[in-house]
């Protein structure tokens, strides 16, 4: 008989931080250029910042629950568990540095190629992985405590997109030369 995972504490939750994170050096150097903005650019980047940002304590308590019950998974929760890591936690890192790229550099200049089609797609396919995801938590092999901490992070992430989108199109038109 197989032993049932146990969560971690809530403690753990709070306090551990995974493996992989949003803040590293591409985050922070966004986070400092939008700060050293001129006082009527700042605003909309440090918005569209922190629209990314309300998503990572959903996407990081994932990648917190792979972290600490992937090495002890098997069968069809670990490769939940693999999903989580691979497509949901890496996309929404990889969204994330894509909308930092549009964070211009003060005085002017970018320090990359912001693409707003290709952060769009990037975006809805992030949306589609976490309804896969959600889906997937259903599964019988999945703990129920697991389960349960899939759902709560994955509620607030089905519809992140729709209130960050508004505010990185207007981030882009400004990058990309229009309004």
Not at 74 to 91: E, G, K, P, R
Not at 97 to 120: I, K, L, R, S, Y
């Amino acid at each position: 008989m197989r032993q049932p995972l146990a969560l971690p504490a809530a403690s753990e939750f709070l306090t551990a931080e995974p493996r992989k994170t949003l803040f590293c050096a591409n985050w922070n150097a966004a986070r400092d250029r939008a700060r050293r903005l001129r006082r009527r650019e700042r605003p909309l980047f440090l918005a569209v910042l922190d629209a990314v940002e309300s998503a990572w304590p959903h996407v990081r308590a994932l990648q917190l629950l792979h972290d600490q019950l992937r090495p002890d998974a098997t069968d069809a929760f670990a490769q939940i568990l693999d999903f989580v890591d691979d497509h949901v936690c890496d996309l929404f890192r990889t969204v994330a540095w894509e909308v930092a790229v549009f964070v211009p550099v003060p005085g002017g200049g970018v320090v990359g190629e912001p693409d707003f089609d290709n952060t769009d797609g990037d975006a809805d396919q992030f949306g589609l992985f976490v309804a896969i995801l959600r889906s997937a938590c259903f599964d019988p092999e999945v703990p129920s405590s697991a389960a349960s901490a899939i759902r709560q992070a994955t509620d607030p992430l089905l519809t992140w997109y729709d209130q960050l989108e508004p505010l990185l199109k207007r981030t882009a038109d400004v990058v990309q030369g229009g309004t």
